[in-house]
C-alpha cells in the first residue's frame, strides 16, 4: 500500500497511525513514526503554510506556527487518546469499514515486514 502526501503529518500521519496500531504496532513506535516526518517540513513547504495562515487573516502565534508546521508528539497522542476513547483503532477502522478479514491480512503483512 501507498499513501502519499505533501507533509505526511495531518490525514496521511493520522491514516498510517491508525493502520499501525490497528495493526499491533506498539504506541511509543507509532508515535515515533510520526514524529519522523518534521524533518520534511522545514524550508519552503513550511513557508508557503504560514503563509496560508497570514492569508487567512491569522496572527502565526507559536502554537500555530507548531501546530501548522510541525509535528510534535502530543498532537498524534491527543488524536489517538480521542481513537482509545472510542474503542481503539480497530474499532475506529471497523466503524468505516474494514473488515475483520482485512484487520486480520494488515497485522500478519505488519509483522511480515518487521520480520517478527
Request: negative net charge.
Amino acid at each position: 500500500m501507498l499513501i502519499h502526501c505533501t507533509a505526511g503529518k495531518d490525514r496521511t500521519g493520522v491514516a498510517v497511525a491508525l493502520l499501525l496500531e490497528a495493526g499491533g504496532a506498539e504506541r511509543e513506535a507509532v508515535v515515533a513514526d510520526y514524529t519522523r516526518s518534521q524533518a520534511e517540513l522545514a524550508g519552503p513547504w513550511a513557508e508557503r503554510m504560514l503563509e496560508g495562515v497570514r492569508a487567512a487573516g491569522l496572527p502565526v502565534l507559536p502554537e500555530i506556527e507548531q501546530l501548522a508546521v510541525s509535528t510534535p508528539a502530543s498532537a498524534i497522542e491527543a488524536a489517538l487518546a480521542e481513537v482509545d476513547a472510542r474503542g481503539g483503532a480497530a474499532a475506529y477502522l471497523r466503524s468505516g469499514g474494514l473488515s475483520d478479514d482485512e484487520l486480520a491480512q494488515l497485522r500478519a503483512r505488519l509483522r511480515e515486514e518487521s520480520g517478527a
